[in-house]
């Protein structure tokens, strides 16, 4: 699995003009399954992900989590972080998993994220969404989670 994590002061994920999720301060979570990921890795990456120190404490250093700081999470589908822009000028997408897979492994990472945390938003799989953010840092952390 992929994923882009941006710490944000707010964010919002809008879909024909109606907003489907919001958070304050805290973490948007771009998300993008691979052809052959599994609930199981979708758990292993969630556990990073709320675990990971990206927020300042009181010294400015970078060593709280999102659970720490009680922020807020958007997790936002996104087969567009599996791009191949290796060939060509239009990006090759193949990496993605096939919709099925994709929107079943997206549904089992927010309900688990529900679960184990607070403030969880969300966008619409397969949906033309807007994504309003402010960056905060600006920090922008890419991960990829494999088994």
Not at 10 to 26: H, K, L, M, S, Y
């Amino acid at each position: 699995m992929i994923a882009l994590l941006q710490r944000v002061s707010e964010a919002r994920v809008e879909v024909a003009g109606r907003v489907t999720g919001q958070i304050g301060p805290g973490l948007l979570m771009l998300v993008c399954a691979e052809p052959g990921d599994t609930e199981a890795l979708a758990d292993k990456l969630l556990a990073k992900v709320l675990k990971l120190r990206v927020f300042s404490d009181e010294a400015g250093k970078m060593n709280r989590s999102v659970q720490d700081v009680a922020g807020g999470l958007l997790i936002v589908s996104q087969f567009t972080l599996a791009a191949d822009t290796s060939g060509g000028n239009r990006p090759s997408f193949t990496g993605a998993a096939p919709a099925e897979l994709g929107r079943r492994l997206y549904e089992h990472l927010l309900a688990a994220a529900r679960r184990q945390h607070g403030e969880v938003g969300a966008g619409e799989f397969g949906a033309d969404m807007q994504v309003h953010l402010v960056n905060n840092g600006p920090v922008t952390i890419p991960m990829r989670m494999s088994a």
